[in-house]
């Protein structure tokens, strides 16, 4: 059965969904305590995936006027680290961050080639979006100064996100030309998950590699630890910053209760990621 088949017998009307009953939903799955074989954890981040994609799909059609209410921070239980886990990772640096000219050359040499690539690259730069995020981002989430991201894995990715003055044509260029109803346009979703970000994702990869970076060390998700480098460099609030990449911001007070940040400070905030003068 299907997931998207399952869920509309598990939960037929959008509007009474609970967060509760969803949690209870994926417990249960996991738990495999109603006799079928239980999901793992890996499969049911995967089914969340889909079912936010189903839910937006639905909203941005006015099929239903609710909310997403699936969250994978919100929903998955807490991941148990096993000593060797966490080792590994204090052990190996990934996602390392780019240094700007090699920013500027991943995306100057995928012109060529690949200009939905570079196009990716030139946004995952500017923003600190994951390729996910960007790939499923409609032309109805660009406005004039932002973009606004309104599906992603974490409570924290759902922003907005001040459009960076250097890339403001870029930007209007792709919503123009899109074919489409998405921001980068021709993407395929043929795969299992109908995931619109896996093989431009792979595409990135292979240049990557041509362009000598290490598959673990460096990734599409480095662009994220650039644009906080930068807004590091620059003196920029940790507060300010994360809540424009798309991080947890700071402890309960911050994370939890800050309200919306002054939009004039978020474009100042942006405006002092010097991608430019950096080269």
């Known amino acids: 059965m299907g997931i998207i088949t399952r869920w509309s017998k598990e939960f037929p009307y959008f509007e009474v969904i609970e967060t509760e009953a969803l949690i209870s939903f994926i417990t249960t799955r996991m738990a495999g305590s109603d006799g079928e074989k239980s999901w793992s ?3 049911v ?4 995936s889909i079912l936010k994609q189903y839910w937006l799909y639905c909203l941005r059609h006015s099929h239903i006027s609710v909310q997403i209410k699936i969250n994978h921070e919100r929903l998955l239980p807490t991941a148990n680290k096993t000593k060797s886990q966490t080792g590994k990772k204090r052990n ?3 996602n390392l961050a780019y240094a700007i000219e090699d920013a500027w050359r991943l995306q100057i040499t995928a012109k060529d080639n690949d200009p939905k690539l570079a196009d ?4 995952g730069m500017y923003t600190g979006c994951r390729i996910g995020e960007l790939a499923h981002m409609c032309k109805e989430d660009v406005h004039l100064d932002r973009f606004n991201i309104a599906d992603s894995k974490t409570d924290s990715g759902i922003r907005s996100i001040p459009i960076h003055t250097d890339i403001l044509q870029d930007v209007e260029r792709m919503v123009q030309t899109s074919k489409d109803e998405y921001l980068i346009c021709g993407l395929s979703s043929k795969n299992k998950h109908g ?10 990869m292979r240049h990557k590699a041509e362009q000598g970076f290490k598959k673990k060390e460096h990734t599409f998700h480095s662009f994220r630890s650039t ?3 930068l807004f590091q460099s620059a003196g920029v609030e940790e507060l300010f910053a994360a809540r424009i990449i798309g991080h947890k911001a700071g402890g309960m007070t911050y994370g939890l209760y800050a309200g919306d940040l002054d939009w ?10 010097d991608f430019k003068n950096a080269v």
Request: charged share 30%; glycine share 8%.
């Open 227 to 229: 644009l906080a480098t």
């Open 195 to 204: 995931n619109r970000g896996k093989g431009i994702g792979q595409k990135f």
């Open 45 to 48: 981040e995967k089914h969340l």
């Open 120 to 123: 990716m690259i030139l946004l």
């Open 264 to 273: 004039d400070k978020a474009v100042e905030a942006m405006a002092k990621a």
């Open 92 to 94: 190996k640096d990934s």
């Open 41 to 43: 954890r890996t499969t």
